[in-house]
């Protein structure tokens, strides 16, 4: 059974530092790899996909990589903001079907101000 | 513009008392999902749709049942809520012939007194 493992659990950190999360999976059989943002009392944005033949993905000051056989995945937030601040979820998609998302538990992220 | 919508955004129901909640895509995805998160854990698959084929996954409660009528709606039955139903359920899509993205709705909020 795929479980995921994100650590750190909680992070806070000044605005303008760079900053890493991370993202481990058991079963590196993955299809794809998939980072969220999660507001308090939200639902779940997209951030970036990662398909397993992959190794990287960025969108503007993310970058999400991702080690397959290793079983691990990385988010770089480059310059954070207060506005990044939020939970954030890793998933990874193992069926070839229409199987649903293995998250983790979430990093959650304060971006003192 | 093409999205996941989910009504209500919040429900309070009575313990006992069956609440049902909508989910509707604009994205014509043909399958369709439902996630439960409770308060500081990881969303959980309960059960997803593809097409008018129904998967429930194992562990998910006899309590909780499902609709499609058609491609563009989906509902979650919940016939006999307890406290321990209270979370947020989460509805996502994807399209089989994309690339196994999911997307997500803003989440309906349960609350059971």
């Known amino acids: 059974k795929q479980e995921v493992t994100q650590i750190p659990a909680a992070l806070s950190v000044p605005e303008g530092e760079n900053l890493v999360l991370n993202c481990s999976f058991t079963?590196?059989?993955?299809?794809?790899l998939q980072w969220f943002r999660q507001d308090p009392g939200k639902g779940l944005t997209s951030l970036l996909l990662i398909q397993s033949s992959q190794r990287e993905q960025t969108s503007g000051r993310l970058n999400a990589s991702l080690d397959k056989s290793s079983g691990r995945s990385t988010l770089y937030i480059a310059a954070s903001q207060p506005g990044d601040s939020a939970t954030y979820l890793c998933?990874?998609?193992?069926?070839?079907?229409?199987?649903?998302?293995?998250f983790g538990k979430g990093t959650h992220l304060i971006i003192q101000p | 513009d093409a999205m996941v919508i989910q009504n209500p955004r919040y429900q309070v129901t009575q313990f006992g008392k069956p609440v049902t909640l909508s989910c509707s895509q604009t994205?014509?995805?043909?399958?369709m999902y439902w996630y439960q998160q409770k308060s500081s854990q990881a969303p959980k698959l309960l059960f997803h749709y593809y097409d008018k084929d129904f998967n429930n996954e194992a562990d998910t409660p006899d309590n909780f049942q499902s609709r499609r009528p058609n491609t563009s709606f989906c509902f979650l039955d919940i016939r006999s809520p307890g406290l321990g139903d209270a979370a947020m359920y989460l509805c996502?899509?994807?399209?089989?012939?994309?690339?196994?993205?999911?997307?997500f709705g803003p989440g309906t909020r349960l609350t059971v007194l």
């Open positions: 079963d590196s059989a993955i299809y794809n």
């Open positions: 998933a990874v998609y193992s069926g070839g079907g229409a199987d649903g998302l293995t």
């Open positions: 994205l014509n995805h043909n399958v």
């Open positions: 996502a899509t994807s399209s089989l012939a994309g690339d196994g993205e999911q997307f």
